[in-house]
Every structure is written in C-alpha cells, then in structure tokens.
C-alpha cells in the first residue's frame, strides 16, 4: 500500500483506539485499552472506506513513526499507546521522570498555560517529551511553536505521577505553572 494511503489508515485507526471506537462499531477495554484484531479489521472494511488485512495492520504498527500502537503477544488484540480522550487503564507503573521534560505548544496558548498550568483538556493525560526536538515538532502541529520546560524531577519529590507509555511519552495529570523553567520559541 501506497505511503498515503497508509497514513490516512493509520489516522482513522487512532481515531478509532484513541477517540471514537463507536465510529466502527468496536469496542475498546477499559483495562489495558485493547480490541480484537479480527473484529478491527472486519469493521474497517465494512465501513467501506478503507482496505485493512493484517499484514497492513502489521506493517502500521512496525512503520508509525510515532509508534502510536502495540500489539499483545499473539496479535489478537491492539490498542494505541497513549492519547486517549475515551476513558481506559492502560495499566502503566508509575515511573521516576528525567530531572526536565519539554512540552511543545503553540504560541497562542501560552497565556492560558501560564495562568492555569498543563491540563490534558480532552486526554487523559499532559503529555511531555523528553527532548526539545519532539517537543518542537509537537508545537509546530498547533501553530508558532514554544516549548516549555519542566522541573519534573520536582513535580516528582512533591507527589505528582508520571507515566512512560509504551511509545516514550511521559504523562502525567497536571503540571502546575511553577514548574516551568523557562520557554524557548
């Protein structure tokens, strides 16, 4: 399959995992975020928008650059990694983050973010890089970008709990607006 096409399969798949399974008819576990490969794939073709056989499915998994899904040890289920605005456990241990951890935005919200903090509007999650350059490519997505850093280390020793998905995003609830360093534009 063609690079562009792939891509648009890839995008209505997180819409699917992460967003809005009843789109498809597919129903996403709370524990763990996981569907069933087969019934995903059935679906998908049904809504007769798409082609999906398994080895497409396969080669989106292994080739997403942001790694946005995973598959369980016998690839009977898959679910995406992080940014789920649908209520799942991902079933993530609590992590110690890196001292600073960056978080890219555009330029527009920065008001917003200094009064109020990161909040993970409809997410589960804030979600924060641990370099400047993802941070940069997620703030370009929005607008003129920014990036914040943040005293994670110190968010951390006073009680907040971050996460490492499984695709290298740090996540955690909130970041108040005392934890940011400086911002870099």
Not at 136 to 160: S, T, Y
Request: charge should be negative; glycine fraction near 6%.
């Amino acid at each position: 399959m063609e690079q562009k096409n792939l891509t648009r399969l890839s995008k209505y798949l997180s819409l699917l995992l992460r967003h809005s399974p009843e789109t498809a008819g597919i129903t996403i576990e709370y524990l763990g975020g996981w569907t069933d490969v087969q019934t995903l794939i059935q679906k998908v073709n049904q809504s007769g928008n798409y082609h999906l056989d398994m080895e497409t499915l396969e080669e989106i998994v292994r080739t997403d650059n942001k790694q946005r899904y995973s598959f369980n040890q016998d690839k009977t289920k898959i679910r995406a990694n992080q940014g789920h605005s649908i209520p799942v456990d991902l079933e993530l241990k609590e992590q110690v983050p890196p001292e600073i951890l960056y978080h890219g935005t555009a330029e527009r919200f920065l008001d917003s973010i200094l009064e109020k903090g990161l909040l993970p509007m409809s997410r589960q999650y804030v979600h924060l890089s641990k370099d400047e350059e993802t941070a940069l490519k997620v703030g370009k997505r929005h607008g003129n970008p920014c990036i914040l850093e943040v005293k994670a280390g110190d968010m951390h020793q006073q009680g907040f709990q971050f996460y490492l998905s499984e695709n290298g995003v740090w996540l955690t609830e909130h970041v108040p607006p005392e934890f940011f360093i400086l911002m870099k534009k």
